[in-house]
Nanobody, 125 residues
Framework: QGQLVESGGGLVQAGGSLRLSCAAS????????MGWFRQAPGKEREFVAV????????YYADSVKGRFTISRDNAKNTMYLQMNSLKPEDTAVYYC??????????????????WGQGTQVTVSS
């Protein structure tokens, strides 16, 4: 089984930026599409973005489109989430996960596995 470890979270003021990283080990990282999800206090975990195995295809939740950018470096077995123009409503624990199927772009949690432990992002107003 592969392992995923998120990092890069922290406290930032509204309008600021953060870049999250998701480091993969134990499986062939480049074989799978990868996604970011988040869970705010008292809310269900929700989809944020997904990137194809090649990095060419991406898909975003409407709430982050135009502000967040997902990318990956297969040579480093790492995926990223660049978050700009952060809002207080972006406060959540952010998780990365591996898509079960190699091709296509999914957004439902049930289509992902090998979840990381999460990294906290807090945006102050």
């Amino acid at each position: 089984q592969g392992q995923l470890v998120e990092s890069g979270g922290g406290l930032v003021q509204a309008g600021g930026s953060l870049r999250l990283s998701c480091a993969a080990s134990g499986r062939t990282f480049s074989d799978f599409a990868m996604g970011w999800f988040r869970q705010a206090p008292g809310k269900e975990r929700e989809f944020v973005a997904v990137i194809s195995w090649s990095g060419v295809g991406t898909y975003y939740a409407d709430s982050v489109k135009g502000r967040f950018t997902i990318s990956r470096d297969n040579a480093k077995n790492t995926m990223y989430l660049q978050m700009n123009s952060l809002k207080p409503e972006d406060t959540a624990v952010y998780y990365c996960a591996a898509q079960i199927r190699r091709y296509g772009l999914d957004y439902r949690q049930r289509d992902f596995r090998s979840w990381g432990q999460g990294t906290q992002v807090t945006v102050s107003s």
